[in-house]
């Protein structure tokens, strides 16, 4: 079955209400190709997701950038699943390296959240990746095969499961992953879900990649065949994301 290019735009920390609804109007005068050829998603931050979800064109659709491990209560400043759900979110972004770093999240914590969000219906984007000491120091593949253990431990449905691979050097740093260099984590990703997983959670699940992703440089990323899509962080906020986009169409005509 071939896996559908998936393009997320991570708009992190950033924008006020003006400056995305302009983003949101180049989106959805965008000419891309269609809903059978790509997935497209963004990810405002929680205080513009009602707002983002009521402008954007029907065929993209929007995603939180985390939420809570598990059932809402006393969690002051947390937003939990069920409240994602209930305003019609249907995606969440887990795991990604800033959270993990910056805010101490563990493998162990984000595959908890990444179980908790998919048991209450939402689809997941989950984040690995490796700093620059740690590919420096020959561990990379350990460092995403730890990540993805802790998540393969508590999931079984992998069908809302994208992956997304997003080495922490290339995050924000203009020094994006050669096409060769993510190609090769990709596979070894693959590799890795078919001995620990099921043949069939391998071959369909979609592994992103993520880092100084940019117009300039997605279609040689499409290219490689273990690359399913982007999760973009600053172009995404930019007309670019629409090329990148666009590359979608590399696979169609692969
Ligand atoms: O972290 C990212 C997406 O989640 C990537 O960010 P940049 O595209 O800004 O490098």
Known sequence: MARKFFV????????????????????????????????????????????????????????????????????????????????????????????????????????????YALAQGLKVIAC??????????????????????????RVSNWSDVVLAYEPVWAIGTGKVATPAQAQEV?????????????PEVAETTRIIYGGSVSGANCKELAAKPDVDGFLVGGASLKPEFIDIIKSSEVKKNA
């Open 8 to 115: 997320g735009g991570n708009w992190k920390c950033n924008g006020t209400t003006e400056e995305l609804k302009k983003i949101v109007n180049v989106l959805n005068e965008g000419q891309v190709p269609s809903s059978d050829v790509v997935e497209v998603v963004v990810s405002p931050p929680f205080v513009y997701l009602p707002l983002v979800k009521s402008l954007l064109r029907p065929d993209f659709h929007v995603a939180a950038q985390n939420c809570w491990v598990k059932k809402g209560g006393a969690f002051t400043g947390e937003v939990s699943a069920e409240m994602l759900v209930n305003l019609g979110i249907p995606w969440v972004i887990i795991g990604h390296s800033e959270r993990r770093l910056i805010l101490n999240e563990s493998n162990e914590f984000v595959g908890d959240k990444v179980a």
């Open 128 to 153: 690995v990746g490796e700093t620059l000491e740690q590919r420096e120091a020959g561990s990379t593949m350990d460092v995403v095969a730890a990540q993805t253990k802790a998540i393969a431990e």
């Open 186 to 198: 990709h596979f070894e990703l693959r590799k890795w879900l078919h001995a620990n997983t099921t």
